[in-house]
């Protein structure tokens, strides 16, 4: 698995002095996350995947400019080579696309559905990952199987129940 962090800091002790919201993108766990969904979504290990980091201004300019929608969000997904899940036989190879995370928004939606926020950014780089291979949350049929799929590599991960789903 190929994934590349793009962070708001470079050093721990520079993360250490962001707010607690910050503090709390663990890149291990969510790099974790990320082999796991490769490994159970059939996607070759040379996948290429990247997440971001930023803050509330940023995410509001790129809501605004991709969507046209006003504010921050919780997670923003951008495909590139608009993969689907592969299989055994045959992994799907290429550049997956890009995750962008909002920690602060992250931790209040987390706060608000009595997770920590850990948990949320973990949910919603499952949610942003299954995003990035197509699929969707507009219909109700298609908002069950992608929130099946979510919530079973969730808890697959964290050896628990998956947090509950948010929705910024």
Known sequence: MSVEFDLPWETPEEQAGLGSAYRAVDTAQLGALVDL??????????TEV?????????????????????GATDVMSFPMDELREGTAAEPTLGVLGDVVLCPPVAQRQAAAAGHSTQDELCLLTAHSLLHLLGHDHAREDERARMFAAQRALLEEFLG???PVETMA
């Open 37 to 46: 969904a490769f490994a159970r979504w059939h996607l070759h290990p040379e």
């Open 160 to 162: 628990r129940d998956a």
């Open 50 to 70: 990247s997440i971001a980091v930023v803050d509330e201004a940023r995410m509001a300019q790129l809501h605004e400019q991709w969507l046209d929608l006003p």
